[in-house]
């Protein structure tokens, strides 16, 4: 242009105030819902080498529109996801940069005054928002495409870990909800299906459901096990101390496998393998400090200031723990109460109630590492 020719610096500042000002008339007259107006105006801003503040204020504006419009279509196509968060990677600066943990005042503030603070934002803080924005459409792809149920929650965490890992709390609700899912169909899977499952739980620090999963799976085949007579309960007494290390209801068991056959030798063999006795024709263990005849239920074994058999409102009295964790299952109540702090030897005690009422009472207690 003629300011370039004769090196007019003057000409030249006019020219790019009158480019700027017209980049600004056309941006206001655009429709508020035309997102790509928006796009191409701000390429003509660069054209025009007009300053980046605007032109980029143009360009974020412009790609927000696109995405409060793809928000509000219903069922749209899930590559629309994907294709602006491409767009966003390639036109935003620091969008793909991960940062330690998103600023949540920041955040907050983005998503409830977007473009004022954009505006007055300078670079290093725009990029930022840059950040926040296309993590908000990586995740819309990612979570578009999850399963209602959670079946996929893994997969899902997965994902999201890849592409934002400042999200890390939002990828462990998706692996809880596969665990949810999973626990669900406990009394459909296979026992070592059902042992894994149990031990992805505690692996997570959740004891009280890994117990549950396990409860759920013993009680859909306990019908099925009592129909095979004293076998079926000589197996359901197997099962409950492998994998409850429950020896009051296992004893219970092998009890009525005796009533049913009291010729089956492995029966006895195995209750006094508990510390059972037969006398009189029923079979009782000694509890500490009293013969074994004395009680007519002694179900109880002590060690130390627990007793299997305590109730809960006693076992407190003795020893306040310092967390419980509580769920409830479709025969009664399960509790784990804690003794000691994460990441060291604790005591864990395991408490149940049978029906709706009534105190829950100690089944198994001892150190976890």
């Keep these: 242009g003629r300011g370039r020719f004769y090196d007019d610096a003057e000409v030249t500042k006019k020219a790019l105030t009158a480019y700027a000002n017209g980049v600004k008339i056309e941006w206001r007259a ?3 819902n035309d997102g790509e107006a928006r796009i191409q105006l701000a390429r003509k801003a660069q054209e ?4 980046d503040d605007q032109r980029m204020e143009i360009l974020h504006e412009g790609y927000r529109v696109l ?3 793809a928000l509000k279509t219903e069922k749209p196509d899930p590559e629309i996801w994907t294709k602006l968060a491409t767009r966003l990677a390639t036109d935003l600066p620091g969008s793909t940069e991960s940062l330690p943990q998103f600023p949540a005042e920041l955040k907050q503030r983005y998503e409830k005054e977007t473009l004022t603070l954009y505006r007055e ?3 290093p803080i725009r990029k930022q928002l840059h950040r926040l924005f296309h993590a908000s459409v990586l995740l819309k792809s990612i979570e578009s495409e999850a399963a209602a149920d959670g079946r996929d929650g893994n997969v899902i965490a997965d994902r999201i870990e890849r592409a934002v890992p400042e999200e890390q709390v939002l990828a462990e609700k998706y692996r809880d909800a596969q665990l949810a899912w999973r626990l669900k169909r406990a009394a459909m899977v296979t026992r070592q299906e059902i042992e894994q499952l149990a ?6 620090q959740q004891p009280v459901l ?3 999963a396990l409860q ?7 019908g099925r096990l009592r129909e095979d007579g004293s076998l079926g309960l000589m197996q359901l007494a197997d099962d409950h101390l492998a994998l409850l290390k429950d020896e009051n209801k296992a004893a219970s068991f092998l009890k009525e496998a005796y009533k049913l056959d009291p010729t089956l030798a492995e029966v006895s063999r195995r209750l006094e393998s508990l510390g059972y006795k037969l006398d009189r024709g029923a079979w009782t263990k000694e509890v500490a400090g009293k013969p074994a005849g004395d009680s007519p239920k002694p179900e109880t074994t002590s060690t130390g200031d627990i007793v299997v058999g305590m109730t809960a409102s006693a076992l407190r009295a003795r020893m306040r723990p310092d967390s419980i964790g509580r769920a409830f299952t479709s025969t009664g109540l399960i509790e784990v109460w804690s003794y000691g702090t994460p990441g060291t ?3 864990i005690v395991h408490l149940e109630r049978t029906g709706p009422t009534g105190e829950a009472k100690v089944v198994e207690f001892g150190n976890e590492r």
Excluded: H, V
């Design 121 to 123: 934002a300078p670079e």
């Design 48 to 51: 025009y080498k007009l300053p």
């Design 345 to 347: 030897s604790r005591l």
């Design 216 to 222: 759920t799976w013993l009680q859909a085949r306990e």
């Design 199 to 204: 031990n992805d739980y505690r692996s997570r």
């Design 67 to 69: 995405w409060q419009t």
């Design 210 to 212: 890994a117990r549950q």
């Design 30 to 32: 655009l429709p508020a």
